[in-house]
């Protein structure tokens, strides 16, 4: 037992991981794997994640009732940024059913706590929340410098704004170059990094440099996996975030069964 703790406080080197090569047909496995184990306990899963899309539209409506409309929708977007911070738990319910653990509850989602690597998933998560402040900042600089100062006093005059100016055209061309700058930042330092740090004991250096070298390594499957979660991410979102409470716990399970594929 000694022996087993010991091993097990001692951090692992980038050197003795290695990195696999797969196929689009891994993507689909995985998101069918992430299936199963959402539907083996959907009422926990639902009640963990039910939070995800709860928060998002709260933060929305705070958002517009501050009379900050413009960055309703940046608020939406840029929270896929802090998706796998939600995720984590499902991560590691998805290591647990993969160990066999028979009595899986919701209070399984939390056992990373006690984890070597906590410290290293709260700095990962740290940075994540980062990325999501300079989104919503370069969203606001993006606004005020195609529009004045002054926000619009209305919903439909913001639209009307977005929608039927030159102004307006602007702000999505340049937010949706910006807002994809991000997301593959975000993508490209999380995807793999935060199922490494439930898996085995290493830096949060170490799992970043791991997450964004196996999207390297795997450049067109990865493209079509993040084409394939915004999709699902945007479809979820149509129906008042809804659907979201669904298409983000299957996303999880399928991450984590994503990183098994991707990662000895």
Not at 94 to 109: F, H, K, L, M, Y
Not at 199 to 205: C, E, I
Request: glycine share 6%; with cysteine.
């Amino acid at each position: 037992m000694a022996q087993d703790v010991l091993t097990k406080n001692e951090q692992i080197s980038s050197n003795d991981i290695e990195i696999r090569v797969i196929g689009i047909n891994d993507l689909f496995q995985a998101l069918n794997s992430g299936f199963k184990d959402f539907n083996s306990n959907p009422h926990i899963i639902l009640f963990l994640c039910i939070f995800y899309p709860l928060a998002a539209l709260l933060i929305t409506l705070y958002f517009i009732d501050l009379n900050l409309r413009y960055l309703a929708f940046p608020v939406v977007s840029g929270f896929a940024l802090l998706g796998p911070v939600v995720l984590v738990g499902l991560y590691e319910m998805s290591r647990q059913r993969e160990q066999g653990v028979d009595n899986i509850t919701w209070r399984s989602a939390f056992h990373f706590i006690h984890t070597p690597s906590f410290p290293s998933i709260v700095a990962l998560s740290v940075l994540m929340m980062f990325l999501y402040a300079a989104w919503l900042f370069m969203a606001q600089f993006i606004y005020f410098g195609s529009f004045s100062t002054t926000p619009p006093d209305s919903i439909t005059e913001f639209y009307s704004e977005v929608l039927s100016t030159r102004q307006g055209s602007g702000l999505i061309f340049y937010g949706t170059i910006i807002g994809f700058i991000f997301a593959v930042v975000a993508f490209s330092i999380s995807v793999v990094s935060y199922p490494l740090l439930l898996d085995k004991n290493v830096s949060a250096r170490t799992a970043i440099a791991t997450s964004i070298n196996a999207v390297v390594t795997n450049r067109f499957v990865m493209a079509v996996w993040g084409l394939i979660v915004a999709a699902l991410l945007v479809t979820g979102a149509a129906i008042l975030l809804v659907g979201l409470v669904v298409v983000v716990p299957v996303l999880g399970h399928a991450t984590w069964h994503l990183y098994r594929k991707l990662i000895k």
